[in-house]
């Protein structure tokens, strides 16, 4: 795929991999950067014209409405917003766990919902969905989260059937453990966020359809493809 005169919209593009998307797309020549962002204050100076605050929580559908309205015109959708809640199946609360859902889950599904129409207008477009290796299997400790990128991953593959006629191509990207503040507790290896959004932007580019974006999550795709259930019980063994 060719970005040059393309336009991407990102979300929760202030910070952490967000961000660093968004400057990938700059460094590799998109037209136009629609930077979603909570609270546009928060935004930081990409010092680039091509980049268009947007003011959008997904979770809010007067948002996500009035945003559909302000990009009539948007070739990529990338939606990267998350939370993560620590949590134990178990014990959490129906507002912890929905509070995983109403981000992952269903504030990526109403964006998909409110940006389809306007890709199929124009014939076409690209979705990428932000899932995560925990949408693979469960990883103990944040089991709500991991239940709202598995709803995610579901989503992600039943947009790709129900699109891939309107010319609507979707992509599932499942990062590993990435530096970012969501990840600052876990006492993993990670990846740099920077090298993250760069395979997740070469990755739209030559058009692959599930993106591994850091050595870890390359590592774990090729165990998860070839024993589902080695998986699951590689993420078990960490509740020790
Ligand atoms: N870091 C990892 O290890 C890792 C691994 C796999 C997958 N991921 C996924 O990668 C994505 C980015 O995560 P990250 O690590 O960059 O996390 P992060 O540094 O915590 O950033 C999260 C971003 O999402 C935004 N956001 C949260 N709720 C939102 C909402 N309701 N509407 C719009 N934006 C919202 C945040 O905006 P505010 O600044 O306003 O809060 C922020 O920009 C997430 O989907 C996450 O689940 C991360």
Known sequence: ????????LITGANRGIGAEIVRAFLKYGIGKVYAGVRTLSSLPDFNDARVIPVQLDITKPDDVSAAARQIDAVDILLNNAGIMNYTSIL???TAELSADMDVSYYGTVRMMQAFAPLMEKR?????????SVVGLASVPGIEGYSASKAALFSATQAARTALKSKNIRVIGVFPGPIDTDMAKNL??????????AEDIVKGIIAD?????????????????GGNPKGLEQFFAAMAG
């Open 187 to 196: 006492p993993l290896d990670k990846a740099s966020p920077a090298d993250a």
């Open 123 to 131: 014939g076409g477009g690209v979705i990428a969905n932000v899932v």
């Open 91 to 93: 014990t959490a609360t």
């Open 1 to 8: 795929m060719n970005i040059q005169e393309k336009s991407v």
């Open 208 to 224: 692959q359809e599930d993106i591994y974006p850091d050595p870890t999550s390359k590592q774990l795709s090729v165990l998860w």
